[in-house]
Antibody, heavy 118, light 111 residues
């Protein structure tokens, strides 16, 4: 059974940085896309972005970002450790949310980690 | 961005009775590979979302067969055949055809 666990959330001041980790087990990590989705009471569920797996041989970029985070957030992965990362720079108050990582395009979700920017 | 509009936003049902949630998109969701990437999720209070349905009508592993998805183009529906107490919570549709992928605003199911 796939298991994902986010960590690294917390309180941070606007303009600062934070790195979230998504630690996984129970599936062959390198075979899957990993996505990040965030949730707030005001905006609901919102895509942050995703990173494709190495087996992907399409012509598109291997990482996609939603417009509100593009240029500030970076998604990466370490297949040897079965971990994905979300590096968040120049944080804004509107980035306050619960951040989830998912296996594939939302097949399985972690429990989420709260990021508060204020 | 594609807007996913769910209705109703709140649904009060009686146990054992059916329930239906509609989701309409502002663009057609048929992808160039022939698939339509519409998913449905259920979120209980204090929990993360759980995917129930993918590609319009495919149930995820372990999802009871009282849940079914249907639709095409811009109109999609999630149906619960006979609502059970464990079904309470919020249901979301999501489109995974056009980036950025987008979710509906959620439908709260109350028993």
């Amino acid at each position: 059974e796939a298991y994902l666990e986010e960590s690294g959330g917390g309180w941070v001041q606007p303009g600062r940085s934070l790195r979230l980790s998504c630690t996984t087990s129970g599936f062959t990590f390198g075979d899957y896309v990993v996505s990040w989705v965030r949730q707030t009471p005001e905006k609901g569920l919102e895509w942050v972005g995703f990173i494709r797996h190495k087996a992907y041989d399409g012509t598109e970029e291997n990482v996609e970002y939603a417009a509100p985070v593009k240029g500030r957030f970076t998604i990466s992965r370490d297949d040897s450790k079965s971990v994905a990362y979300l590096q968040m720079n120049r944080l804004k108050t509107e980035d306050t949310a619960v951040y989830y990582c998912t296996r594939g395009y939302t097949a399985d979700w972690g429990q989420g980690t709260l990021v508060t920017v204020s | 961005d594609v807007v996913m509009t769910q209705s109703p936003l709140s649904l009060s049902v009686t146990l054992g009775q059916p329930a239906s949630i509609s989701c309409k998109s502002t663009q057609g969701l048929l992808y160039s590979d022939g698939n339509t990437y519409v998913n449905w999720f259920h979120q209980r209070p204090g929990q993360s979302p759980r995917r129930l349905i993918y590609k319009v009508s495919n149930r995820d592993f372990g999802v009871p067969d009282r849940f079914s998805g249907s639709g095409s183009g811009t109109d999609f529906t999630l149906k619960i055949n006979r609502v059970e107490a464990e079904d309470l919570g919020v249901y979301y549709c999501m489109q995974g055809t056009h980036w950025p992928y987008t979710f509906g605003q959620g439908t709260k199911l109350e028993i």
